[in-house]
C-alpha cells in the first residue's frame, strides 16, 4: 500500500492489484477536515485511556461525555464523506439545514443503535461469566443505552451545526 503525491492537493493509492484509487483533499475546507481528524483523535484517545484507567465505571458521567464526543467526531466524519461523494458524482453541493440535520441524526443514530447492541450484548456476556461481587462495576439495562443514545444524538446535532457553520463550498475543488 502506498501512496504517491499527485497535482495539488491529491494522493494516488496504487494497491498491488494495479487499481488505483485517487484520494483528492478538499483545498476550501481544510478547518472542517482538520477539526473533523482532531475529534476523532480525541475520542480514540479517550476511549483507549477510559478502558485502561477504568474510568467508565469509575466516572458515573465519562461515558456520556464520550459518547457526544464520539456522536460529533462521527457526524463530521459522515457528512463530509457524504458530501464529497455528492460532489464526486457530479451533483451540485449547496446543503441546507434540513438535509444536513436529516443526514447527521440518520446516521449517528443508526451507528449508536448498533453500537448499544454490541454493549448490551457483551454487558449480560459478561455478566453471566463474572462473580457476583463484581457485577457492580458493569453497566447493565435499557436505561444506559438510552442516555447514550441521547448523547449520540446531541453530538449529531452539534456536528450538523459546525458542518453548516464551517462548510464552503468552492467550485475549484475538483473531486
Not at 2 to 22: D, H, Q, R, T
Not at 69 to 90: D, E, N, P, Q
Not at 108 to 135: C, R
Request: with cysteine; aromatic share 18%.
Amino acid at each position: 500500500m502506498k501512496l504517491f503525491p499527485a497535482e495539488g492537493f491529491c494522493f494516488v493509492y496504487k494497491s498491488s492489484f494495479g487499481y488505483n484509487i485517487e484520494v483528492k483533499i478538499l483545498t476550501s475546507n481544510r478547518v472542517l477536515l482538520g477539526l473533523t481528524a482532531g475529534l476523532v483523535a480525541i475520542s480514540v484517545t479517550l476511549s483507549v485511556m477510559a478502558y485502561q484507567n477504568f474510568w467508565f465505571w469509575r466516572l458515573w458521567w465519562f461515558d456520556n461525555v464520550l459518547h457526544f464526543i464520539s456522536g460529533t467526531a462521527a457526524g463530521l466524519v459522515f457528512l463530509t464523506v457524504y458530501f464529497m461523494v455528492a460532489r464526486h458524482k457530479g451533483q451540485p453541493i449547496a446543503p441546507n439545514w434540513s438535509e444536513v440535520l436529516l443526514a447527521a441524526v440518520t446516521s449517528i443514530f443508526a451507528l449508536g443503535f448498533i453500537w448499544e447492541l454490541f454493549e448490551f450484548s457483551i454487558d449480560k456476556y459478561w455478566s453471566a461469566t463474572i462473580a457476583v461481587k463484581q457485577l457492580a462495576m458493569i453497566e447493565i439495562g435499557f436505561g444506559d443505552s438510552v442516555f447514550d443514545l441521547l448523547a449520540d444524538l446531541l453530538g449529531a446535532l452539534v456536528s450538523a451545526r459546525i458542518f453548516k457553520s464551517v462548510f464552503t463550498e468552492n467550485p475549484n475543488d475538483e473531486l
